[in-house]
């Protein structure tokens, strides 16, 4: 099994700045792909924030371009965001997300996990 532990959401002014962590703990038979975070603000769908791959690709929302850096330590298995210039739209419950390989003896193929978000809030 994976399971992905978030930290660092809070409470920040607008212009202000937060860095986002995600630990993964992958079990025996598990390999982590690419992994990301998402955002989902209140009476809206989640939606992408940033992703990369294990070998280092990014993709971001164009939301978020040029302000958040996405950024992954491969030998400990966490993925970081880096948000800076944030805005009161940025304002949603974050989550981190990892795209996983299993083969074990019970489970074979992709499947994907999600931590239990951190909150992040812009407000004055």
């Known amino acids: 099994q994976v399971q992905l532990v978030e930290s660092g959401g809070g409470l920040v002014q607008p212009g202000g700045s937060l860095r986002l962590s995600c630990a993964a703990s992958?079990?025996?038979?598990?390999?982590?792909?690419?992994m990301g975070w998402y955002r989902q603000a209140p009476g809206k769908q989640r939606g992408l924030v940033a992703t990369?791959?294990?070998?280092?690709?990014?993709n971001y929302a164009d939301s978020v371009k040029g302000r958040f850096t996405i950024s992954r330590d491969n030998a400990n298995n966490t993925v970081y965001l880096q948000m800076v210039s944030l805005q009161p739209e940025d304002t949603a419950v974050y989550y981190c997300?990892?795209?996983?390989?299993?083969?074990?003896?019970?489970?074979?193929?992709?499947?994907?996990?999600w931590g239990q978000g951190t909150q992040v809030t812009v407000s004055s």
């Open positions: 990369i791959t294990d070998s280092d690709s990014t």
């Open positions: 997300n990892a795209d996983v390989t299993a083969n074990t003896k019970s489970t074979i193929g992709r499947l994907g996990y």
């Open positions: 992958a079990g025996r038979g598990f390999r982590i792909n690419a």
